[in-house]
């Protein structure tokens, strides 16, 4: 099994930062992509940014430019660096990790518990 912890959200102030942790533990021989989505109140649950093994980042057009992902592979850990928060980025941030347990299978998908995130002033 593979868990996800998330840690970092918590009441900020519009026009401020916060910075998102995810670390991953478990039955890992590799993980592939990392994440955050995140889903406000009533909403589906959307990407807000991706990281391949390798470090390419993906981001969801609306946080293009004011938040930054990074992974630190020898800690299977995840971050996303958030800038500039607005009213609407208030959500639950959801970790996601593609997990590899064992050589010669797929990767599985697991998710964080997620941590919520309320810009506010």
């Known amino acids: 099994q593979v868990q996800l912890v998330e840690s970092g959200g918590g009441l900020v102030q519009p026009g401020g930062s916060l910075r998102l942790s995810c670390a991953a533990s478990g039955s890992i021989f590799r993980i592939n992509s990392m994440g955050w989505y995140r889903q406000a109140p009533g909403k589906q649950r959307d990407l807000v940014a991706t990281i391949s093994s390798g470090g390419r980042p993906n981001y969801a057009d609306s946080v293009k430019d004011r938040f930054t992902i990074s992974r630190d592979n020898a800690n299977n850990t995840v971050y996303l660096q958030m800038n500039s928060l607005k009213p609407e980025d208030t959500s639950v941030y959801y970790c996601?990790?593609?997990?590899?347990?064992?050589?010669?299978?797929?990767?599985?998908?697991?998710w964080g518990k997620g941590t919520l995130v309320t810009v506010s002033s």
């Open positions: 996601n990790a593609r997990v590899v347990s064992r050589p010669g299978i797929y990767g599985m998908d697991y």
